[in-house]
């Protein structure tokens, strides 16, 4: 990332005279009115070029499909069991620029795992969708592939997502399967 | 009664239909041509039914109702504090205005009055002038009224006891009131150069030709004049790159404390406002009704595949051709907007005052000169296309900055 001095910029007398720059600025304005418009002519010669009407993807009717690494929002992924696959490490709290993540970790009755989250809520209102605690965990027990972006909150505290919820999310098709810890972990049994 | 029921006339047509109209579908405009200016689709949403599957919008026309009925049903709210006289009256301060100065405007030519059926005219009328109102001193009452507009501004800002709106009154006033000089000077040129206060003789004074093909419209013979008058008069409609007084994005403006229809007054107000301006600059500039080689003194051609004779076809399409080139004037005041980045407050004092007084005082003085030399105007011409010739070499081969490349990071 190498450091770059901008110099500032002077207009010369003729810029400063912003006439002739005002009638060039119209036309490039007035170029797009134009060419969108011919656009419009069923028989333009020129109808190489796609409308405006192709070329604008209709929000909420049409979608865009998001890229494969789209960042949505969170979920925390289960064991085989259903219980959580997190182990209370605090690592993506951490990690987690906007403090945004809240744990409460517990004791876990499994004597191969040491903890579990008692609590585990993600305020999605301070959240920036930076990835770091899905960087951070360890156990690959946080993911943001759900493929979802937040939805709209009527109250602060509804943005606030807890254990339950944050389970109750699916990965979205196509993302790949839990993998690692789990195994890693019955074929190394620790603590025993 | 013929001349009461014919200005009636006059006034549903021109001031009723065809302004407050066009202000109407400015709204849209200012949407639709931002848009696609800007490679958008803009207004796509309001719509009653679906055809075949598909929302039927009229091209967005529809938005104008659905901000009309949007507007009538919400409920209008006055400031406990406020002057609730003058907060009523405000927004109807710049139509009374607007709709005056259409009055003095002459929409297409005149009528000999053999036309009609002679029992219906009065003794002595000869004439009858599509124009509300046929004023001698016509140009001046113009300016006169034009600058009572501002006083929609500021009592408006005033009289909501909003501390921010008082602030965008005072912005509206500072500016038209400096304005307001440069807009009168920059006519003067015209006055010289036609002889008459009367906007209708003004139209008629520019008729014929120049050097065998150019329109002998004041735009030629005034160029710079022509150039001044727009930029004044943009500042006076309060349009974007002199839109301080309002300043939607972030200032706030004089109008903060309206809602509902009270604010749909202001927001039509004010594209009525451009209309007007856009008439204006059509009658002085653009040559009002006229169209050489297509609008003769008693018939119409095209071009001589189709013609049609006598007074009615050469009224009606002077009045089509004066509204489709105020059509074009308004659309380049919101090409304008969407082009151009807003003044800063000092900016548009030091533009008013530094730059197009002394501008429009060297033009007064020039051409007093010019026509001094030769009253037939002939020299001016000369002049003033050179200008405009000098301008397009530049804007083609003026110097460019090349564009600056973005590095990445
Ligand atoms: S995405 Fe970033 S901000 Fe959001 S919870 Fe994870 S670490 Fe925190
Ligand atoms: S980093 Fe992973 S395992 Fe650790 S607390 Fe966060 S989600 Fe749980």
Redo the contacts with the bound molecule.
């Keep these: 990332m190498a450091i770059r001095v901008r110099e500032r910029v002077e207009f010369s007398a003729y810029e400063r005279s912003y006439l002739p720059e005002i009638a060039r600025g119209l036309t490039v304005t007035v170029g797009h009115l134009v060419s969108n418009l011919a656009a419009l002519i069923p028989l333009d010669p020129f109808r190489q070029r796609r409308t405006l009407e192709d070329r604008t993807v209709r929000y909420p009717e049409e979608r865009r499909v998001y890229p494969p690494r789209y960042r949505g929002q969170h979920r ?1 992924l289960p064991r085989e069991d259903g219980s ?10 951490t ?1 987690c620029p906007a403090y945004c ?1 809240h ?1 409460i970790a517990a004791e876990s009755t499994d004597p191969k795992i040491e903890k579990y ?1 008692a609590a ?1 809520e993600i305020d999605l209102l301070r959240c920036v969708f930076c990835g770091f ?1 899905v960087e ?4 690959d ?2 993911r943001m592939d759900t493929g979802v972006h937040t939805p709209p909150f009527d109250a602060r505290d509804d943005a606030v997502l807890g254990r339950v919820d944050l389970m109750s999310l699916l990965g979205r098709p196509g993302t790949e399967p839990a993998y690692g810890a789990q195994n890693y972990r019955e074929k190394k049994p620790r603590g025993s | 009664m013929f001349l009461l029921i014919a200005t009636l006339l006059k006034f549903i047509f021109f001031g009723l239909v065809f302004a407050i109209g066009l202000a109407a579908v400015l709204t849209w405009m200012e949407r639709r041509q931002s848009a696609y200016s800007q490679d958008r689709l803009g207004p796509t949403r309001a719509h009653f039914f679906k055809i075949g599957g598909k929302p039927f919008t009229l091209f967005g026309l529809l938005h104008i109702a659905a901000d009309g009925a949007s507007m009538f049903f919400k409920e209008p709210v006055t400031p406990k504090n406020a002057d609730k006289f003058l907060f009523k009256i405000a927004p109807l301060i710049g139509w009374t205005t607007a709709l005056v100065t259409l009055a003095l405007i002459p929409f297409g030519p005149s009528l000999p009055s053999s036309v009609f059926p002679a029992s219906w005219i009065p003794e002595g009328v000869e004439t009858i002038y599509l124009q509300m109102a046929h004023v001698d001193s016509g140009i001046l009452i113009v300016l006169a009224i034009g600058s009572l507009g501002v006083y929609g501004a500021a009592i408006g800002g005033w009289a909501s006891n909003n501390r921010f709106a008082l602030l965008g009154g005072l912005r509206a006033t500072a500016q038209s009131v400096s304005y307001e000089v440069a807009l009168g000077l920059t006519l003067v040129g015209i006055l010289m150069a036609y002889g008459s206060t009367e906007l209708g003789s003004i139209v008629e004074s520019q008729n014929g030709l120049l050097f065998g093909f150019l329109p002998a419209w004041g735009l030629f013979i005034q160029p710079l004049g022509a150039v001044l008058f727009f930029i004044a008069a943009t500042a006076e409609t309060k349009r974007t790159p002199f839109d301080m007084p309002e300043g939607e994005s972030e200032i706030i403006g004089y109008f903060l404390e309206y809602s509902s229809m009270q604010f749909g007054l202001f927001m039509l107000g004010e594209f009525l406002e451009i209309v007007v301006l856009g008439a204006l600059f059509t009658t002085l500039f653009l040559g009002g009704w006229q169209f050489p080689h297509l609008i003769g003194t008693d018939s119409v051609s095209v071009f001589g595949l189709f013609t049609w004779n006598g007074p009615v076809a050469v009224a009606v399409s002077g009045t089509l051709v004066f509204c489709v080139k105020t059509f074009f004037v308004c659309s380049l005041q919101l090409q304008l907007r969407w082009t151009l980045p807003r003044f800063r407050y000092d900016q548009v004092m030091r533009l008013g005052w530094k730059t197009l007084l002394p501008l429009a005082l060297i033009n007064i003085f020039v051409t007093a000169g010019l026509i001094w030399w030769d009253p037939t105007l002939s020299i001016l011409s000369y002049v003033s296309i050179g200008i405009i010739l000098l301008f397009v070499l530049v804007v083609i081969a003026g110097p460019r900055r090349p564009p600056q490349v973005a590095h990445g990071h």
């Design positions: 925390l959580p696959r997190c182990v209370a490490c605090y690592m993506c709290a990690a993540i744990i989250p585990f605690c951070a965990c360890p156990e027990a946080i």
